[in-house]
């Protein structure tokens, strides 16, 4: 069983740039894929970013590729989100999530089977 923590969120303004960060306990999560997702209110969850557990690849949303970057620091054993130029439409609950089946990155979000509690992140106009 891991554990992941998500934290970072807050209220921004447009423009803006945040660090989320997804912390992990229980088990290292060094060889797995780890996701990030958001749900804005009164939507479905939507993929945001995901990174392979050997840092190689990285696949980004549409909606973000160019603002947002993800990474990690597998001695720490935390992923990060950077999202840099914060929009209103980004305003949502961030979870991340890590897939304990595979390495390979995937948007895929049936594929993960242990999520955060989510860090919320609000930006205004």
């Known amino acids: 069983q891991v554990q992941l923590v998500e934290s970072g969120g807050g209220f921004m303004q447009a423009g803006d740039s945040l660090r989320l960060s997804c912390a992990a306990s229980g088990r290292s999560f060094s060889n797995h894929a780890v996701g990030w997702f958001r749900q804005a209110p009164g939507k479905e969850h939507e993929f945001v970013a995901a990174?392979?557990?050997?840092?190689?690849?990285?696949i980004y949303a549409d909606s973000v590729k160019g603002r947002f970057t993800i990474s990690r620091d597998n001695a720490k054993n935390t992923v990060y989100l950077r999202m840099n130029s914060l929009k209103p439409e980004d305003t949502a609950v961030y979870y991340c999530a890590a897939d304990w089946s595979r390495s390979v990155a995937t948007a895929l979000r049936y594929e993960y089977e242990f999520w955060g509690q989510g860090t919320q992140v609000t930006v205004s106009s």
């Open positions: 990174i392979s557990g050997s840092e190689e690849s990285t």
